[in-house]
Structure formats: C-alpha cells, structure tokens
C-alpha cells in the first residue's frame, strides 16, 4: 500500500486548488477522482448533447424528504462541476461575513472576517484570469485592488438594458468572470465570447475552471498522483477515533485502500458529508467528525429566480452574461424593507435547446419545434435572482442504509427573494414585451431549473470554533480529528447571495498556506520539476 504525505479526495476547485498549492513544496501528494478525463469533443458545445441529452451530468439518484428520487445537478468529472459553471467569480460582501438578520431568521457569523481571506481573494482573482472593474459595485468596501484583467465587453443588447436600468436610478456594474480573453487581440485571444460558456465544458479550454487551471498544470508533476475511476466510499480510522489511518475507494477493480499523513475532504457539501457520515465508528458512532451533530445538516443551495424576458425584435447579444446588480443585496434603497433581498446578474446565452433542456423533464423536448425554440432564443434575455438560502439544521443530508444519498430540504427565507424577484420584473417594464419568473422554490416549477438545482450546494460540514457548534476549526481541520481537513464548500456556515467559487478557491489557498507551515515545508521559487511519462502510461495511473 503506497503512503502520501497528503492524499486529497477530489478534483474540482477546493481539491484542484490545495494540491496546486502543496505540490512546490515536494511534498508526496495522491489525488484522488471518483471521474474521469472530460473526452474533448464536438458534444462539449453542442446544446442538445448538454442540455437535452445530459451527455455529462451524474445519471445518479438522490431522494428527496418524501422519498422521491431526482436526479442532481452534478457532474463527476476531473475539475469537478467548475467545468460546467459560468464562471462568475465574486467576492463576499464584507458583512457576510457577519451574523446577519434576514427576513426568515438569521446568518451565522463566520470564525474568520474578510480580513482574513482579502490577500487570497487578490491572488485568486489573479490566477482565475477574472475581469472586472473596481468602484462599480456599491456593495464593495472599497480598499479591494484593481482586477489584473479589465472588465469584459458589454454586447449591444446589455448596455441597453444597463442605460434602462441607469435611468432607473440603479448601479449596474461588470459582472467579474473568470474566462482567459484578450479584448485587444480577438483573433489569438483563447476565449472567443461564444454561445456554449455556462453550462457547457469550454472546448478551447478559455473558462477559469479547476481542470484547466489547477489539475492540468499538475499532471506529470513528480510528486503529484492523480487517480481517477475512485469513488472514496468511507475513511477509517485508528482505534482512538484521533487520526485518518485509511482511505477506502471503490474502483472498477474492487476496493482500494491508501495512506497519507493529511487527509483533505473536498468531494462537494452532499458528498463529503456521505463520506464522514458513512465513515461511522466505534469513536465516532454518529459519523466521522459528527461530535456536534452538524455534518449533512444546515444545506443550502441559494433561492435562485430565472427572469426570462421577451423582446418583439431580436436581440443583439451573442455573450449577456457581462452584467449585475447588488443595489438590493441588503435591502430596498427606496425604503420599506430593511433586510438582505439578493444580488441579480445575467444568465448565459440559452439556445432553443438548452430552452428545451430546461423543460425536458416535464415536457418531452420532440414536442418543442426548433423552429419555435429557436425564435424565443433569439429574442430572450435571461436574469437570476439569488438570495441567501438560510442553514437550518433541518436541511440535511442523509445516508439510508444501502448508501443512499437523501436530501431533506424546505425552502426559506423568501420573503427578500419575492420582493427582489418583483422590483426586478417590475424594472423591465418597457424594455422587454414580456417578462416572466421562473423560479426554484415554487414546487410546480421546481423541474424547469436543473441547470442551477444543486450547483451552489454548501454547509453540511460547517467550519466554527465551538467544538459544539460546528464540524471543523477555522483552519477547516475536523475538531475531533488531527489529520483530517474539509475544503469544499461543506465549510461554509453562511452562503451569502452571490455564486460562491472564489471564495471556495480563496479558503483553499489560504488553508493550503496552514498545511505548508503544518508540514515544515516551503514554497520554492522554482516550479515544481515534470518527469516524462513512460511511453503508453497514463498519466492519471502513474504511482510516485
């Protein structure tokens, strides 16, 4: 059995993002991916194949609180599901970081403010290629550096609506996106402002995502082992409960078992929690690291709203996803409600099959025409609504006793959303002929979003410094365990309302700095030497 000095169980951007960090140091480092390699193929940007055909979303099953099965909005793929985001990359608000009051009940104040995260966000938003701009945003604090990238490009229909909702009186601003583009140079610049971004693996590889920016750059790395095709099913432990002395995986070719002095969980927050949960022990009878009773508890996945708006004409967009609004993120300015409501930003560009797509599980896509998909594509802006979803205890993942992942959840704290969700469709008055919300808490329209579904999933293995509160330390380690650490979005006690990668790559970094001091190692300069690969041997197969 090969031993690692670190062993992390995933790839995506907590895994990917913590194995880059560690691997200068020379420190031994096995990767460990329950998917494969994404094939890169002409299916990558064809909307049928992604949207309607779901070539690569999980056919897996979860149940929800009544039993019933669905399928999850999840892809198990080197780098995770950064592959299939629309890379917008935001910061949290400074008082998200804050116990908050909201409509529905209270957010939990984080053991670190952001203070604490501020270099690391600088330096991510650097490495994730993001482009933005300073001072637009009224909710920044103001002492952020200037994004290295500028921000990119409004089409002729966004700025339309941007003058609109100017003239409104509202502050718009650049959406910050994580995408490899040169503005000055079109004709060698990798990304080209295409249709097939959110939702879709970039095909020229031009998204900031984790397999292009974290894994990738690994591959080859001599003291870097990337194992794909294992699914960790359980961790055990020494007799005092204190250590991870194993991880088991399940391959093709049985159960495997490897060793590591650190153990980093960052398989995703419904995931990770199933792995501690079904990891129980004699020390742990609840669930490894499960003393304070919070692992799979305090789920949440933001309210998420789609305003899907209809013009008479078509409109002159190829690449919307440039724009937002956070006038509204801790209440209405004009007065009348004084707590959170949400952040709005525009969606990506929806064909008529990813329209299809979205309505597939409840209207077959062969009763759509194309040719009527296509028309409502083309004149169609699209907008989301997010609001901070709110961790109860409640809302939690299970294992049944085959190994089933159940999801118990009931939507909360609503009352911001709806009043977002209404100045928003009430903004559009006179800009569009039609606008019409679409939205994920409304039971009879739950099916219509699977694009969003679980995609913001976070909190089941929560971060604090009470043993009796929370999971993990503020350094994200299990309290209950010396060697076991927890960096996907599973840390997170509050979700705030704006997509929550960078801050998931932001903690990465800076744990990955707690280990290296953990370690007794340094960061050379110099990168980290490749070896070539034996002719014939797959990289994801080479032992070090």
Known sequence: ???????????????????????????????????????????????????????????????????????????????????????ALMRLRDRDFEEVQHGGGTSPAWPISLADLAPYYAEAETSWRVHGARGEDPTEHGDEPPYAYAAVHHDPGVALLKTHWETQGWKPFSLPLGINLDQAHPVTSPCIRCKTCGGYPCLVKAKSD?????????????NVTLLTGRKVIRLETDPTGKSVTEVVCQTEGGEERWTGDIVVLAAGAANSAAVLLASANAAHPDGLANGSDQVGRNYMFHTLTAMVSLTEAAVDVTFPKTLAVNDFYWGDPAGGYDLPMGHIQLLEYMSGQTLEGQVSDWLPPGLVPDVISEALAQRMLSMLVISEDLPLPQNRVRLSADGRINLDYAYNNLEGHERLVAKLKASLDGFVDHAHPISQHHLQFDSLLPLYGTAHQAGTVRFGKDPAAAALDPWCKAHQLDNLYVVDTSFFPSVGAVNPTLTLVANALRVGDHLIERLGARKPAAKAAKRPRPKGHAAAESLS
Do not use: C
Not at 42 to 58: C, D, G, I, K, L
Not at 64 to 75: E, I, L
Not at 210 to 222: D, N, W
């Open 210 to 222: 984790a397999r292009t920016l974290a894994i990738e750059p690994l591959l080859g790395v001599e």
């Open 1 to 87: 059995m090969a031993h690692f000095d670190v062993i992390v169980i995933g790839s995506g951007a907590g895994g990917g993002t913590i194995a880059q960090r560690l691997a200068p140091t020379g420190k031994s480092i096995l990767i460990l991916e329950r998917g494969e390699h994404l094939p890169r193929e002409a299916e990558n940007w064809n909307p049928r194949a992604v949207f309607v055909q779901h070539r690569y979303r999980t056919q897996e099953k979860w149940y929800d609180k009544t039993g019933k099965p669905f399928t999850p909005n999840t892809h198990y793929w080197v780098g995770g599901n950064t592959t299939f985001y629309g890379a």
